[in-house]
């Protein structure tokens, strides 16, 4: 069973940065892709970024040119670097592996955006 275990939320202030973390339980060469959801109160789970086996990135529109995702194939790491946060984009941010036939979460992590 593949693991994915985030960290990194927290609380900050408009404007601020996070970096979330999110360390897999295997190889992660073995996913096709690997990305970051969020999910505020009330609404759906949506795409933030997204990192292909080979590198390619997309990222949804409410983030580009603030949020990067990059991935550490040594040590089976994705990471999400968040900078000039706003308070929309508080969220509970999940990590998310893909294989052909199966995809994974992880628990999740609280990202607060408030003064």
């Known amino acids: 069973q593949v693991q994915l275990v985030e960290s990194g939320g927290g609380l900050v202030q408009p404007g601020g940065s996070l970096r979330l973390s999110c360390a897999a339980s295997?190889?992660?060469?073995?996913?096709?892709?690997m990305g970051w959801y969020r999910q505020a109160p009330g609404k759906q789970r949506e795409l933030v970024a997204i990192?292909?086996?080979?590198?390619?990135?997309n990222y949804a529109a409410s983030v580009k040119g603030r949020f990067t995702i990059a991935r550490d194939n040594a040590k089976n790491a994705v990471y999400l670097q968040m900078t000039s946060l706003k308070p929309e984009d508080t969220a509970v941010y999940y990590c998310?592996?893909?294989?052909?036939?199966?995809?994974?979460w992880g628990q999740g992590t609280q990202v607060t955006v408030s003064s």
């Open positions: 998310n592996s893909k294989k052909v036939v199966r995809e994974y």
């Open positions: 295997e190889n992660i060469f073995n996913f096709l892709t």
């Open positions: 990192i292909t086996s080979g590198g390619m990135t």
